[in-house]
Structure formats: C-alpha cells, structure tokens
C-alpha cells in the first residue's frame, strides 16, 4: 500500500489579548424596540443580511439573548455602541470564558 504526504493545516491561534479576536456582541431582548427596528440597526451594525438580522432577532426575543458579531474586542465595541444607540442591551464578552 502507498502512502501519500498529507500536509495538515493548524488553524490559526490569534492572540487575544491584543484584542484582535475571540470577541462577541450579545443583545438582549427588551420591550420597547420594534422587530423592524432591531433588525434594521444589526444590519446596519453587522452589515449582516436580513435573513440573518432576522435570526438574530428571533433569538434573543424567545430566548432572552442572542450572541449577533463575532470580531476582535475593538471591532465588536464599534458594533455594540452601534446597536446600543437604539437602547437596546447590549454586551462584548469574550467568545471562549477562560476557564476558572
């Protein structure tokens, strides 16, 4: 039997404390803002489509959150003050806790 070379990829390890991933932007549901609202603002935010602004949406009204960027700590700041400009919640929280 013949055995060909295989080259195996790493993935990428960026380090995270240089703030350039490992990030994410949670919003959190609230009464006071229409869907089309939310769903305008995270498109604009994320410059995510509509259907996913809309799976977003949906998430954090049935579940109470729901994680909507994923970038490094600066890039997800932007988009949480973004979002947040409508009033409502948002959260950049590291996408892996560091376990205890």
């Not at 890039?75 to 950049?92: F, H, N, P, Q, Y």
Request: contains cysteine.
């Amino acid at each position: 039997m013949k055995r060909m070379s295989q080259t195996v990829l790493e993935p990428e390890v960026v380090d995270s404390q240089t703030g350039s991933a490992g990030w994410m932007v949670v919003i959190y549901n609230n009464e006071s803002n229409s869907m089309d609202e939310v769903l305008s603002i995270l498109m604009t935010a994320t410059s995510c489509t509509a259907e996913e602004a809309y799976i977003e949406m949906w998430e954090a009204h049935t579940f109470g959150k729901a994680a909507v960027h994923f970038s490094g700590r600066a890039e997800c700041d932007r988009v949480a003050e973004i979002i947040s400009s409508i009033g409502v919640k948002t959260e950049v929280v590291r996408e892996w806790p560091e376990e205890s």
